[in-house]
């Protein structure tokens, strides 16, 4: 069984930085695909990043410029460094990782709160 640990998540001011860890329990290079996701209250769950081992990157049209999602290979970490947060960020965040296109595996998540 894979677990999937975030970690990274707080309370932060409009316009500042955060940055998620999702550090998984086995090698990262098992998995194709590696993304995030995000819940806000009363919304469903949507993609905000997705990484794929062949090093293809998306992003949400809102989050394009502000974040950015990487692989720590030696680490078997993801990242999703998060700059200019704005209020609609926030939400609980996931972690997700797939052996080949869809998703596994999931995080517990992490709450990413963004207010003055």
């Known amino acids: 069984q894979v677990q999937l640990v975030e970690s990274g998540g707080g309370l932060v001011q409009p316009g500042g930085s955060l940055r998620l860890s999702c550090a998984a329990s086995?090698?990262?290079?098992?998995?194709?695909?590696m993304g995030w996701y995000r819940q806000a209250p009363g919304k469903e769950r949507e993609l905000v990043a997705t990484?794929?081992?062949?090093?293809?990157?998306n992003y949400r049209g809102s989050v394009k410029g502000r974040f950015a999602i990487s692989r720590d290979y030696a680490k078997n970490t993801v990242y999703l460094q998060m700059n200019s947060l704005k209020p609609e960020d926030t939400a609980v965040y996931y972690c997700a990782a797939g052996l080949e296109w869809e998703y596994d595996y999931w995080g517990q998540g992490t709450q990413v709160t963004v207010s003055s």
């Open positions: 990484s794929t081992s062949g090093g293809t990157i």
């Open positions: 086995r090698s990262i290079f098992s998995f194709n695909a």
